[in-house]
């Protein structure tokens, strides 16, 4: 079954015809402080991984030790911009360098590399999915106007507000892509980005928004 499994945070696992994605996995570490939800999963949960793709390199996005867990029991190959795979400490055999506007093939997926606008971040990406479905993963960013050619079935879009943006701006946002579902996320981790994911549904068309609880499962229509 393809799915999309929230993990908390900007952290989702994603299973497409069998390839096993993992984007910003999150397991608690490094928040400068400490979560109002509680991380319920941790690395040896999950016996298959085949891609980590971590958008920057804010430990709370690429924790090095839990991606190098995952990496290293899995083999999944780790895809990020430099600036994060120099903190991470698996086998250069496993790590592919990315920027901006890359487009390739790994694992038998279509990826694509998109900007996102995060000034605390040395180098910040996000990332486009492409199999039967296409899944856009915005990473931490504020709106940018390449939103506007974008046009996938999933989108999964930050609204805390501090660093990125507010429900405000992100329902904006979404209504400059193309999207048949919205899952909003980097919400509710810790003070500074709680919102009211609900505040954000109403701001878009009844039915788009899909509001997902950590550990939540959805199966890809």
């Known amino acids: 079954m393809d799915f999309i499994h929230y993990m908390g945070h900007a952290g ?10 993992f984007i910003d996995p999150f397991f608690g570490a490094g928040l400068k402080e400490s979560c109002d939800i509680e991380p319920i999963l941790k690395p040896s949960d999950f016996k298959q991984a085949d891609l980590i793709l971590l958008t920057h390199e804010h430990p709370s996005h690429a924790d090095p030790g839990a991606v190098w867990e995952l990496a290293e029991r899995t083999g999944a190959t780790v895809v990020a911009p430099v600036q994060t795979l120099k903190n991470i400490a698996v086998s250069d055999r496993q790590k592919v360098d990315v920027r901006i506007g890359d487009s ?17 971040s040395a180098y910040s990406v996000g990332y486009i999915l492409k199999d039967r479905v296409s899944i856009y993963h915005a990473g931490d960013t504020y709106q940018f106007s390449e939103m506007m050619g974008m046009s996938v079935d999933y989108a999964l879009i930050p609204i805390g507000g501090s660093y990125t943006m507010d429900p405000i701006d992100a329902a904006n946002a979404c209504r400059m892509i193309r999207a048949k579902y919205i899952i909003p996320m980097h919400y509710n981790t810790y003070a500074k980005i709680k919102q009211d994911a609900n505040d954000f549904a109403r701001r878009l068309p009844q039915g788009k928004v899909i509001i997902l609880k950590p550990d939540d499962l959805i199966p890809i229509k």
């Open 104 to 120: 390739f093939n790994l694992k038998g997926l279509d990826i694509v590399v998109t900007r996102a606008t995060h000034p605390q």
């Open 12 to 21: 989702f696992e994603i299973s497409l015809k069998g390839t096993r994605v």
